[in-house]
């Protein structure tokens, strides 16, 4: 059974940064697009950025410029650089993946921006 584990979530002053990171246990051959959604208390689920197996990458529009999406396909591991936190970007951090057709979770991280 693949899992998806998170890490790197925190508490930070609001201008700092903070690097979430992504990996599959288990084994894996290959993972398709790969993303990052965060959930703020109160509101549903957001998709924040998107990578492609290629590198294609999509973003939310509010944190273009601040946040980078990247992946080690050799690695199947994923990392999302949030630089610039704002407050409003508090919420819990989910990793997401697609893998063989199928759509799998992170557990969820902590980011707490304080102001």
């Known amino acids: 059974q693949v899992q998806l584990v998170e890490s790197g979530g925190g508490l930070v002053q609001t201008g700092g940064s903070l690097r979430l990171s992504c990996a599959p246990s288990g084994s894996i051959f290959s993972i398709n697009t790969m993303g990052w959604y965060r959930q703020a208390p109160g509101k549903q689920r957001e998709l924040v950025a998107t990578?492609?197996?290629?590198?294609?990458?999509t973003y939310l529009y509010s944190v273009r410029g601040r946040f980078t999406i990247s992946r080690d396909n050799a690695k199947n591991t994923m990392s999302l650089q949030m630089n610039s936190l704002k407050p409003e970007d508090t919420a819990v951090y989910y990793c997401?993946?697609?893998?063989?057709?199928?759509?799998?979770w992170g557990q969820g991280t902590q980011v707490t921006v304080s102001s």
């Open positions: 997401n993946a697609l893998i063989s057709g199928e759509n799998y």
């Open positions: 990578i492609s197996r290629g590198g294609t990458t």
